[in-house]
């Protein structure tokens, strides 16, 4: 059945921000579209005035009326509301009645999330209506059936929840124990080590600076630019990464790449290392990025990797980080980092000793990843089988042979 033939919906609405009495000293909840994904949502981060409940499309939904977020990055997300709250445009409510449950709403929207974005509209942010939402088709079984399925599916989420929790805390573990290991190879300095400023170990031609600020569309064939986003792996090539117009970088010549250089996100995520791979020569990065090159003279690139990557470095970065929206470190603080420098032999030492450990941590994490990876698709699986019936058939079908065995 479609989901208009059962249940009424409805979409929220937003009071005049630029109104102070509509949100001064309010005490209606309002939930924005970004609150939207948790499976019971029981408080809001915001609140409205009766008078701008008054004043706008906005209106209180009931308890247990099934939530879906609309536009944006958070689209197809769902929850369930736990409390009596009004929300803004970008949700559509679902309202409860006794021919559905709203814990099958719930999990039976989580199971036709892609499907749903995949109908949605605009290109840079998805826009479901809430004309599709009510057109979208349900299979419906009777209300103890649907009780029966989301009992299975209760139970089933909190047994692969719990599964992953170990894996994550696993994964955790893992890393800790290697940041520890670091820690304590940069801790404990002999003779030789000395403490100087990251702008005293760089070559002459590396200023230290920001990356391109205004990058551009893409541009088949242009220019390759790493971006924060792309900084999710010790070694950066060329693969997925976006072309622009190669005169965006005219006034950027200083973070010109050439092959080798430590990566440094300043913005957002502030402290995330990684290496440009030698294929990058020529490339560029944008705003949120400074490009590091050691003086080898001085300190070897893996030496250097390694203590940036290090408790060492790491709280610095932390303490030097501000903002609330946007995350980000002045240049001049980062240039200021103090790095440890000991003799040449000595770093070379350590970093063979840190390049025979960090493949095995490597190869846990890609253990662990995968395994959290598989939960996912577990949960995906399961789903598919309860909305098409198979679920319930093959405890049937075992409960059966249980019986005759």
């Known amino acids: 059945m479609k989901i208009s033939d059962i249940c009424k919906t409805a979409a929220g609405g937003t009071p005049l921000k630029s109104n102070k009495k509509f949100y001064e000293g309010g005490n209606i909840p309002w939930l924005l579209s970004g609150e939207v994904g948790n499976r019971d949502i029981r408080e809001t981060k915001k609140f409205i005035t009766q008078e701008g409940l008054d004043g706008s499309s906005a209106k209180i939904f009931p308890v247990n009326t099934v939530l879906i977020a609309m536009y944006g990055a958070t689209a197809g997300e769902v929850g369930i509301l736990r409390c009596e709250a009004a929300t803004n445009q970008a949700v559509c409510g679902i309202y409860p009645n006794d021919k559905v449950l709203p814990e099958y709403l719930y999990y039976f929207f989580l199971d036709h999330k892609d499907k749903l974005v995949a109908q949605a509209v605009g290109n840079a942010q998805p826009n479901i209506s809430q004309q599709k939402i009510k057109n979208t088709e349900i299979p419906l079984p009777p209300p103890p059936e649907q009780k029966r399925i989301v009992a299975i599916l209760d139970q089933a989420f909190a047994d692969i929840e719990q599964a992953r929790a170990k894996t994550e805390q696993n994964l955790k573990n893992a890393r800790e124990l290697f940041e520890s290991y670091l820690q304590q190879v940069f801790s404990q300095r002999g003779e030789g080590w000395v403490e100087t400023t990251l702008e005293n170990l760089i070559t002459d031609d590396c200023s230290l600076s920001y990356g391109i600020v205004q990058p551009g569309d893409d541009v088949n064939g242009g220019m390759p630019i790493v971006r924060p986003t792309d900084m999710k792996k010790e070694l950066i090539n060329l693969d997925g990464l976006k072309l622009i117009d190669p005169s965006k970088a005219e006034g950027y010549k200083r973070t010109s790449l050439q092959g ?99 493949p095995d941590l490597i190869r846990i994490e890609k253990i662990y990843k995968l395994k959290l990876s598989a939960f996912d698709e577990l949960k995906k699986s399961i789903l598919q089988k309860a909305f098409s019936g198979e679920l319930t058939k093959t405890l049937e079908g075992g409960a059966n042979k249980g019986a005759v065995a």
């Open 260 to 358: 080798g250089e430590l990566l440094v996100c300043v913005r957002g995520t502030t402290g995330t290392t990684s290496i440009a791979c030698e294929s990058l020569v020529g490339a560029n990065v944008t705003r949120g990025i400074v490009p590091v090159r050691f003086d080898p003279q001085k300190i070897s690139d893996r030496f250097g990797y390694y203590q940036f990557i290090s408790p060492l470095i790491q709280r610095q970065i932390k303490a030097a980080t501000y903002g609330a929206a946007l995350m980000q470190i002045n240049i001049r603080d980062f240039r200021k980092i103090k790095v440890c420098v000991p003799p040449l032999e000595v770093q070379t030492v350590l970093s063979d000793r840190l390049d025979g450990i960090r």
